[in-house]
């Protein structure tokens, strides 16, 4: 296969990167972390497309979470295969269709778990802010149509990979997954120039697109539910903000330092790849990956364990558990014309169901 010139720079001045202790432990760090997160996410996110898919009626409620854990589970299924990759120091044993298909799955799933995230909070804002609308206009059948938009999204945000990705052999014949742009231009000044605007542009549409206005929708939506259950003064303990503030946390937590630094990385990329320098940006890599992508596995865990008595949940049947969080609540919004037995809003917790908290 004809070798990218530039693909083989940048790989040759990660070689002492790989042999540097610090970046080993770094190393061995996620690869832990990488098991830990393909074990909990194939059994969180497997149980939850068991009871949400197949144990429960089709609600809004319902098909965001079974599209969530879908997207999630999809994405886990690919760690085995970068875990591999990174202990071969980003060698690729795996082909040429193993190589596009990986990584297509890998961004199509991170960027749709990310923007079903934010439905599910507009969704919930819409039921508290707005619940006559909800109760007229909020139907399984609207919730579909919608909810394609991620995914098409998502796969529009992939074509770089499709286009560009793909595996490529340097001179000692080790082979990597890569972006290889030597087809597309005649000269090492046009390769380097479409490398760096291709990457830039990447580096760019994930941190804005993926990260930047989901966090933003995330944190608006539950910030305008919190300020409503201050003014319906619904139970005088801020624990039920401090709930609405853990999922705002957890998802910045586990996106933000990765989504840093690849910006950061963006930023420097001529820097970081043809004078190597800016090493903390690559030796952080590794650990700031691990975090977003043990995001994958604690979905399940937040949306349905966080506010809740732990205690009771290990006592019950953990599927049963599962049925009765992911289930619409069935208590008034605001009062009893806006609710129904047939469709019904992600609400606030009664005071009740607070003060259990």
């Not at 990979?161 to 340097?170: A, G, K, M, N, R």
């Not at 939506?221 to 005088?236: E, Q």
Request: aromatic share 12%.
């Amino acid at each position: 296969m004809e070798t990218n010139s530039s693909i083989i720079s940048l790989n040759a001045s990660h070689e002492n990167l790989f042999e540097s202790p610090v970046f080993i432990a770094l190393q061995i760090t996620s690869l832990v972390v990488h098991g830990i997160t393909f074990v909990l996410g194939i059994l969180g996110n497997g149980l939850v497309i068991w009871v949400a898919g197949f144990r429960m009626a089709r609600t809004v409620t319902t098909l965001c979470y079974l599209n969530l854990a879908l997207a999630d589970l999809s994405f886990i299924a690919t760690l085995p295969f970068l875990m591999v990759s990174m202990a071969m120091k980003e060698h690729w044993p795996f082909g040429w269709f193993l190589c596009k298909l990986i990584y297509i799955i890998v961004d199509i799933n991170l960027f749709g778990s990310v923007f079903l995230i934010a439905f599910i909070a507009l969704d919930r804002c819409v039921c508290v802010l707005h619940p006559v609308w909800a109760q007229n206009h909020r139907t399984v059948s609207l919730a579909t149509k919608i909810i394609i938009g991620p995914w098409i999204l998502a796969v529009v945000l992939t074509l770089q990979i499709v286009l560009f990705l793909t595996t490529v052999s340097d001179s000692s014949g080790n082979t990597y997954c890569t972006f290889h742009f030597a087809p597309w231009v005649s000269t090492t000044e046009e390769l380097i120039k479409m490398l760096i605007t291709v990457l830039t542009a990447r580096g760019i549409i994930r941190f804005m697109i993926g990260f930047l206005m989901p966090m933003s929708i995330v944190a608006i939506c539950y910030g305008l539910i919190a300020a409503k259950i201050r003014k319906k003064d619904m139970i005088n303990s801020s624990r039920p903000l401090r709930v609405l503030a853990a999922v705002v946390a957890s998802f910045f937590i586990c996106w933000f330092p990765f989504q840093l630094n690849a910006l950061l990385g963006t930023v420097w990329f001529r820097e970081i790849e043809f004078k190597g320098k800016y090493k903390v940006i690559k030796n952080l890599l590794y650990p700031t990956s691990s975090l977003a992508y043990f995001n994958s596995c604690l979905n399940p865990m937040l949306y349905v364990f966080v506010g809740r008595d732990f205690r009771d949940r290990l006592i019950q049947s953990l599927p049963a558990s599962l049925e009765r969080a992911l289930m619409e609540d069935s208590g008034p919004i605001e009062d009893s014309a806006t609710t129904s037995d047939t469709t019904k809003c992600v609400s606030p917790p009664t005071e009740a169901e607070l003060q259990a908290m």
